[in-house]
């Protein structure tokens, strides 16, 4: 199985075929409302205005499974999104990323770019703290260990990067643009 043989669903209980994103650079994101690195929302807003012409994706799983950071229903989330941080890259229902109900997709992702660390970023040595209170084994698995954990894939479909909530957003842009 690859990216494209999975399908996901949409706000509103419809379906979409990531085959529908052939030949796109994808940016995979499980998100939260109510979480300290929310602000990426709008990181993520500007790299997809400046490259989505390019041939560039954000895929958006709002999820809480990580202390309750979003609490509200799909279309408050995307409200809250749009009016916030003006997104208008694709928001997906809510979901699970870790445990028994994880979405296939995000298990297909864990099993193409496993946990490498959180950095060395002054926010990446507070984040244990926090992690151990969702997964006290969080070191020793590929478990998301937070909202906005991002997946990069490439125009074929290879998930080639993964990237932990504590990784400044430069990195990022740097890997997007290197696909593009």
Not at 15 to 27: E, M, N, P
Not at 92 to 108: H, Q, S
Not at 131 to 138: L, T
Request: proline share 5%; charged share 25%; aromatic share 12%.
């Amino acid at each position: 199985m690859g990216v494209y043989d999975y399908t996901v669903t949409n706000r509103d209980g419809s379906t979409t075929s990531l085959a529908d994103f052939k030949g796109k650079v994808l940016l995979i994101v499980n998100t939260a409302t109510g979480c300290g690195f929310t602000p990426q929302y709008e990181e993520l807003e500007r790299l997809y205005a400046e490259y989505r012409d390019k041939g560039f994706e954000i895929l958006d799983f709002p999820c809480n499974q990580f202390l309750d950071q979003a609490p509200g229903s799909d279309d408050e989330i995307h409200q809250f999104c749009t009016m916030k941080f003006g997104t208008e890259f694709p928001q997906f229902k809510k979901i699970d990323v870790n445990g028994r109900d994880a979405d296939p997709l995000f298990t297909y992702l864990k099993s193409q770019q496993g946990f490498k660390g959180l950095g060395d970023s002054e926010v990446a040595q507070k984040m244990p703290a926090y992690i151990a209170q969702v997964d006290p084994d969080w070191e020793s698995n590929d478990d998301i260990k937070w909202n906005f954990t991002k997946f990069l894939v490439d125009r074929k479909g290879n998930v080639i990067a993964r990237f932990e909530p504590t990784v400044g957003m430069d990195p990022v842009e740097k890997a997007v643009a290197d696909q593009l």
